[in-house]
């Protein structure tokens, strides 16, 4: 069983940035892709971006390529998500969300974190 939390969502104005936190307790990361997925209120869950559980194969969604970056660091067993440049738009719940095998940006992961807020307004 993987338990995954996330941290680092807050308030941030138009254009500033925050870094989310993916961290797994209880097991290893090292062998499951991890995804990151936003909700805004009513609308679907969303992928925003994944990362092979190398590290060596990420993937976007459109509206925040070049804006955002996911990374990991598989010795703190810990995901990244540097968010850039945020919009209005951006404003969300934010999922981290592991599974073995692809990096996707469906929602087809076994595990899933309990969210973290995403604000962006001036």
């Known amino acids: 069983q993987v338990q995954l939390v996330e941290s680092g969502g807050g308030l941030v104005q138009p254009g500033g940035s925050l870094r989310l936190s993916c961290a797994a307790s209880?097991?290893?990361?090292?062998?499951?892709?991890i995804g990151w997925f936003r909700q805004a209120p009513g609308k679907e869950r969303e992928g925003v971006s994944c990362?092979?559980?190398?590290?060596?194969?990420?993937n976007y969604a459109d509206s925040v390529k070049g804006r955002f970056t996911i990374s990991r660091d598989n010795a703190k067993n810990t995901v990244y998500l540097q968010m850039n440049s945020l919009k209005l738009e951006d404003t969300a719940i934010y999922f981290c969300?592991?599974?073995?095998?692809?990096?996707?940006?469906?929602?087809?992961?076994?595990?899933w974190g309990q969210g973290t807020q995403v604000t962006v307004s001036s």
């Open positions: 209880r097991s290893t990361l090292d062998y499951y892709a």
């Open positions: 969300a592991a599974r073995r095998g692809l990096c996707k940006l469906y929602p087809q992961y076994n595990y």
């Open positions: 990362i092979s559980s190398s590290g060596g194969s990420t």
